[in-house]
Structure formats: C-alpha cells, structure tokens
C-alpha cells in the first residue's frame, strides 16, 4: 500500500498548555520526516498522535483521503510504531520479544524469520538470551530488529539512535535510506545529525513549555 498521510491544523495541549498548534503534515512514498524540537516542545505528543494513539486537540488526520478516526483498522495495519522507550520485556528473551511484537501486528513469525531479523542488527547468539542481560544498546536492537521482521509502509520512530554504538548507528541510517528508496516512509525524531541526500523534510516544534 501507498503512502499518504496528511495532518492539518495540529493542536496539542497538555495540563492546559499548548505544546503546538497549526501544524501542517504530509508525508507520502520515498519520504523521511524529521521532527525537531527542544525537549518539552510535544515531538513525542506529535508522534503519538501521528499514530493514533493521542487524538489532536484541534485539526484532523487523513489516511489516503479519508479521515484517520473512520479507517483506523486499515490505518493501523500499514503502520510500525517504535517509541522512545524500547518495549522490551526484559523477562522475555530476544526471541521471545519478537515473537511476541509479531504476535500483536497479527503475525506468526517464525524462527528462521526471527533469527534473520536478530542476525540482521547485530545480535547472532543472543537469540535465547532473556532481554535484563542485555545492555541498553542491545535491547534498543531487539526494538529495531522488528524493522525487519514486520513489513509496514510507515514507520514512526521516537529516538530511534538512542543508546546505539557507532556500529548500531551506521545499520540504522542505511536501513531508514533503503525503506525510503523502497518506497516507504519514515517519520522521526532524533537528536542525531542524520543527513541523507534528499528526500528529508523538517518540522521545528517550538519553545519548551515542559516534556513532552
């Protein structure tokens, strides 16, 4: 499925305060989105809502035309979600965590597909180890590696580079380039100087008016 998301008049208010308001989105096929901002500016209340998990305060959202709040289902079933935190059950293990990812996008992943994707940043060898032995690095892997194993058009991410080593860096912003140039799109936020060769759009959040 094609890409084609589009927010107009975003608002967002929290404790009574505005954290933005008139913002303006369209992100379709072959496109990165960057979400800038000072901490406090709404990003992750941006991004949240660009999901459909916050409702606007004001403004609509709009999936191929139609108004989001009436196609959520299909919305939801084109979209990866990645937050800020991890979402790692530490309890669990590698695998574990990706069967369990899959499981709640409606997948039945198997093995093979799981340890490919492990393989794929990094994590050979580590497939049954539980996900509290690991660093922080690598639990953001485990995070990532559903970037492999969950084939979704969108993908939005909140901090996508955190507690990533320069190797882990390096994966991450060659494979936002390859589903870019494979004709999905991105939205992020990232206090990481990613630098691609078109392509990118900017959104500046404003002043902070506390976390977001």
Request: proline fraction near 3%.
């Amino acid at each position: 499925m094609r890409v084609d998301l589009r927010g107009h008049h975003l608002a967002c208010e929290r404790d009574e305060r505005e954290l933005f308001k008139a913002v303006e989105v369209n992100v379709v096929d072959g496109m990165v989105l960057h979400i800038e901002g000072p901490n406090g500016s709404g990003k992750t209340s941006l991004l949240k809502m660009l999901s459909g998990q916050l409702l606007p305060a004001s403004g609509e959202l709009e999936w191929h035309g139609s108004a989001l709040s009436k196609i959520r289902d299909s919305y939801l079933s084109s979209l990866l979600y990645i937050g800020h935190a991890p979402g790692v059950t530490e309890s669990l293990t590698a695998q574990e965590n990706l069967e369990w990812s899959a499981a709640l996008a409606g997948l039945r992943a198997s093995s093979t597909a799981i340890n490919q994707a492990l393989a794929n940043v990094t994590l050979y060898g580590f497939e049954d180890v539980p996900a509290s032995q690991l660093s922080a690095g690598q639990q953001r892997r485990i995070a990532l590696a559903r970037l492999e194993l969950i084939a979704r058009p969108l993908w939005i991410l909140d901090e996508p580079f955190t507690a990533l080593d320069r190797e882990g860096v390096a994966w991450l912003e060659q494979r936002l380039l390859d589903h870019r140039d494979a004709g999905g799109a991105v939205i992020m936020s990232t206090h990481h100087a990613f630098r691609a060769d078109g392509g990118v759009q900017t959104i500046r959040l404003g002043a902070p008016h506390g976390e977001a």
